[in-house]
């Protein structure tokens, strides 16, 4: 079946340093992919999406490109701040029956 | 984005208890309905899916007589933990998918039970 498969973690970065969080996919079709953001207590936030190969989703900086030919969707992020100190997750969606399947989670810590 | 709202966001009860979670989506109509359960540090797993008017379908391992699922109207689901139990303990989260809403979350609920 489709999966996810994330970079783990846990990330810690310095302010204003360079982010990438990796993720690959298995999909027998044309999934639709996702990066949500979780704070501590709260639901999931979708950051950026993308549902087709080479579209890029961007959000607060943050960016990532659906690659079919590597199956990856890595989110980057030029200049980390202490607010985006969270727990990420890559995601991605079956288009015929919505399913959606997350990856483990990679939880970022940014210090000043 | 598409509004939903989860409600309550967090609930203590007591063992042998019953809870109910509301999932409603204010902008759209569900047609399917995701719920989710949240361990700590760990990833969504999918309990169930419903589809509007029908009966839940639950992933194996969750039982359909202790988290009773009810999608009856477009806008609103409800999870209901009964004879609630402290490993039922856990954040659960809904997912109302309908038209090209698929990708907004509920913001949560945080169930304690002592």
């Known amino acids: 079946g489709d999966s996810v498969t994330q970079m783990e973690g846990p990330v810690t970065l310095s302010e204003e340093a360079f982010l990438t969080i990796n993720c690959t996919y298995t999909?027998?079709?044309?999934?639709?992919l996702f990066w949500y953001v979780q704070y501590p207590g709260e639901g999931l936030q979708l950051l950026l999406k993308a549902t087709k190969a080479d579209d890029k989703g961007s959000n607060k900086g943050f960016e990532a490109t659906y690659r079919k030919e590597t199956t990856s969707f890595h989110l980057e992020k030029g200049s980390v701040q202490v607010s985006d100190s969270a727990v990420y997750f890559c995601?991605?969606?079956?288009?015929?029956?919505?399913?959606?399947?997350f990856g483990a989670g990679t939880r970022l810590t940014v210090k000043p | 984005g598409a509004v939903v709202s989860q409600h309550p966001s967090w609930v203590i009860c007591k063992s042998g208890t019953s809870v109910k979670i509301e999932c409603r989506s204010l902008d759209f109509q569900a047609t399917t309905m995701f719920w989710y359960r949240q361990f700590p540090k760990q990833s969504l797993m999918l309990m169930a899916t419903s589809n509007e008017g029908s009966k839940a379908t639950y992933e194996q391992g969750v039982e359909k007589d202790k988290f009773l699922i009810n999608h009856a109207s477009l806008t609103l689901s409800t999870l209901t933990v009964t004879s609630a139990h402290p490993e039922d303990s856990s954040f659960y989260i809904c997912?109302?998918?309908?038209?090209?809403?698929?990708?907004?979350f509920g913001q949560g609920t945080r169930l304690t039970v002592v």
């Open positions: 999909a027998t079709g044309y999934p639709s």
């Open positions: 995601a991605l969606s079956d288009r015929g029956n919505n399913d959606m399947r």
């Open positions: 997912r109302p998918v309908g038209g090209n809403t698929e990708a907004f």
